[in-house]
């Protein structure tokens, strides 16, 4: 019932920014709360950020200060803002929509790159 499609990743010097986008399309979104994760090569996939229904947020020690989610006032599409990258930024970036706290549904996922 929900489709994620994702946009604005790409390569960026350290210390840098990047702004990726996630539309959402599908029913009873104002139920549902938003997220990114994302995964290093090598790695496992590891959440980054969340948005709920309501607009509180939440982000991993990782990017805390640094990353900024939000959504539209149509609850339509998410944004991931990322300031002051750095190297270990580097990843897959993944958009999810989760049902009751639980991801169900996700983004093709975006390549972000930083470069030293």
């Known amino acids: 019932q929900v489709q994620l499609v994702e946009s604005g990743g790409g390569s960026v010097q350290s210390g840098g920014s990047l702004r990726l986008s996630c539309a959402v399309s599908g029913n009873f979104l104002s139920l549902y709360s938003l997220g990114w994760y994302r995964q290093p090569p090598g790695k496992q996939r590891e959440p980054v950020a969340g948005?709920?229904?309501?607009?509180?947020?939440s982000y991993a020690d990782s990017v805390k200060g640094r990353f900024t989610i939000s959504r539209d006032n149509a609850k339509n599409t998410v944004f991931l803002q990322m300031n002051s990258l750095k190297p270990e930024d580097t990843a897959v970036y993944y958009c999810?929509?989760?049902?009751?706290?639980?991801?169900?549904?996700w983004g093709q996922g975006a390549q972000v790159t930083v470069s030293s």
């Open positions: 999810v929509c989760s049902v009751f706290g639980v991801p169900q549904y």
């Open positions: 948005i709920a229904s309501g607009g509180a947020t």
